[in-house]
């Protein structure tokens, strides 16, 4: 998506109205199909191989625009280097990533 332009999912604003200013969030969206059981097992694997302080995740879908969302809660005071971390691992390129916190 480009610097500047709105996500038109309404699951996506549901989430960025959600979350909690005092972490900061990685968010990957997928595309995904009604074959599809696990939407992000590389990137979950991925993360959870960095032994990252990770508060929390959760899957969210938009069934409507046929959109899957992996939001990871994380260490605010640690966002600089997960974000190094993670941009270490391989995100597939039909995966986009979004980063939210105040120290992102």
Do not use: W
Request: net charge neutral; glycine share 4%.
């Amino acid at each position: 998506m480009k610097a500047g332009t709105q996500h038109h999912s309404p699951v996506f604003e549901k989430i960025k109205r959600s979350l909690d200013p005092a972490y900061s969030y990685l968010i990957f969206e997928k595309v995904f199909s009604y074959a599809d059981n696990d939407v992000f097992p590389g990137i979950i694997d991925g993360i959870m191989n960095l032994n990252l302080r990770i508060f929390d995740s959760k899957i969210h879908h938009d069934k409507k625009l046929g959109l899957s969302l992996l939001v990871v809660r994380i260490d605010p005071n640690r966002a600089d280097n997960i974000m190094q971390d993670v941009l270490n691992i391989e995100i597939p390129n039909d995966m986009t990533f979004y980063s939210y916190g105040s120290r992102i």
